[in-house]
């Protein structure tokens, strides 16, 4: 099951999105609507099945009619974690661009961990800001993400996969002059508007990440085909890094790093530009697209 914040008029709701992801219903608690606030949700769900859902035509409705929101907006920052394939930890270490790693080293030993500001976040068809005055170089990055369902700390590998609620898609927008200038990356990647996140959160029941296929186009052109079976640092040694001294609480997100093909890793670096539309697919998910403004 999927399920999303959707906005119809005045009124914030989850909801649960068809298989199809054409339609979607609020009624998925007993035949009755859920609040907009997907964290309750997580919390009142994350550690049990789905609820019975009623599948009756009149229940359900056609997404064309109603605004997509972000996901959800964790409690706090957005766990990111930098060069987790090992194609684009050698893109970034060749470009120049990275102040992150030791001279030569293009694999990271352990997990890189930095965070987006949850004020970055924005839905599914939102723009993304240019921020024109600001920086020259905007770049993209997609990302499977793990929204967590579970709390916890100190969480094992062997026990980290029950405290995974599901998936959902983010697009790491960074100013990479700020990344390079700055050296912590935490201004380039936390502008506003810089994490676009959804279009909704795939329960992880339904889909396996190694089996997943991550695509993303921008203006239609395949910039970005891997799958999280490539990663360095699988979802299981990220929550067991984390959770090592942060007690990891439902409705966190940890995105778990990009592959390669993103703008600085082309020669010249292939910048985003205002009127850009950039569209990222993972199988088992959907797509989120956002365009520059």
């Known amino acids: 099951m999927k399920y999303a914040r959707i906005q119809n008029g005045a009124h914030i709701r989850v909801a649960a999105i068809s298989d ?5 219903t609020t009624k998925i608690i007993d035949g009755k609507e859920f ?6 949700w997580i919390s009142e769900t994350g550690g049990g099945p789905d609820p019975a859902i009623d599948s009756a035509s009149e229940n359900w409705a056609p997404l064309d009619d109603i605004r997509l929101l972000a996901p959800i907006i964790p409690p706090r920052n957005v766990f990111c974690v930098g060069k987790n394939y090992r194609t ?32 970055s976040i924005i839905g599914d068809g939102d723009d993304i800001v240019s921020h024109a005055s600001l920086t020259t170089q905007l770049d993209y990055e997609a990302e499977l993400a793990v929204v967590i369902g579970v ?25 990479r002059d700020f990344q390079q200038r700055h050296r912590q990356w935490f201004l380039g990647k936390s502008m506003d508007t810089f994490c676009p996140m959804g279009p909704w959160i795939a329960r992880a029941s ?15 052109e395949l910039r970005q085909d891997s799958s999280p079976a490539h990663l360095i640092f699988d979802i299981p040694a990220l929550i067991e890094t984390i959770s090592a001294g942060i007690e990891l609480l439902p409705g966190d997100v940890i995105a778990t790093g990009t592959p390669a093909g993103v703008g600085i890793g082309f020669d010249p670096p292939r910048f985003l530009r205002p009127g850009d539309r950039i569209s990222i697919s993972i199988s088992g998910i959907g797509t989120l697209s956002n365009s520059v403004s």
């Open 206 to 220: 339904s889909i396996k990440p190694e089996e997943m296929a991550i695509r993303c186009h921008v203006n239609g």
């Open 151 to 175: 709390r916890g700390k100190h969480i094992s590998r062997a026990n980290a996969w029950s405290h995974v609620y599901g998936y959902t898609i983010v697009n790491d927008v960074t100013a």
């Open 20 to 24: 199809d992801g054409n339609s979607y």
């Open 88 to 119: 684009h930890a050698r893109e970034f270490e060749k470009s120049g661009f990275d102040t992150s790693s030791k001279a030569g080293e293009e694999i990271p030993p352990f997990p890189v961990v930095f965070t987006k500001a949850p004020t």
């Open 35 to 40: 609040s907009g606030d997907m964290r309750a």
